[in-house]
Nanobody
Framework: QVQLVESGGGLVQAGGSLRLSCVVS????????IAWFRQAPGKEREFVAV????????DYADSVKGRFTISRDSAKNTGYLQMNSLRPEDTALYYC?????????????????WGQGTQVTVSS
């Protein structure tokens, strides 16, 4: 059974940084695309970033482009989301998800497994 465990969330002031981690177990890490989504209170879940299986392709939501960086480490079966220049509007529950679909993109329905989420709160 595939399990995803996120960590690294917390409370940070605007302009600060956090690095989220997503450890994937129970499956073949190299077969998965990894993505991050987020959901703020009262809002729908939204796409943040995705990285392909080799790490050679990434895509970002416009709202985080230039501030966030997605990466992966196959030796550790872990995906990362480095978040810099954080803003109060980045406050949300952040989820990682993995997909066996080669071209999985921005839609949550394309992802097969999800973590429980890690809370990020940015104060102004």
């Amino acid at each position: 059974q595939v399990q995803l465990v996120e960590s690294g969330g917390g409370l940070v002031q605007a302009g600060g940084s956090l690095r989220l981690s997503c450890v994937v177990s129970g499956g073949t890490f190299s077969r998965y695309r990894i993505a991050w989504f987020r959901q703020a209170p009262g809002k729908e879940r939204e796409f943040v970033a995705v990285i392909n299986r080799s790490g050679g392709y990434t895509d970002y939501a416009d709202s985080v482009k230039g501030r966030f960086t997605i990466s992966r480490d196959s030796a550790k079966n872990t995906g990362y989301l480095q978040m810099n220049s954080l803003r109060p509007e980045d406050t949300a529950l952040y989820y990682c998800a993995v997909s066996l679909t080669v071209l999985a993109g921005r839609r949550g329905s394309e992802y097969d497994y999800w973590g429980q989420g890690t809370q990020v709160t940015v104060s102004s």
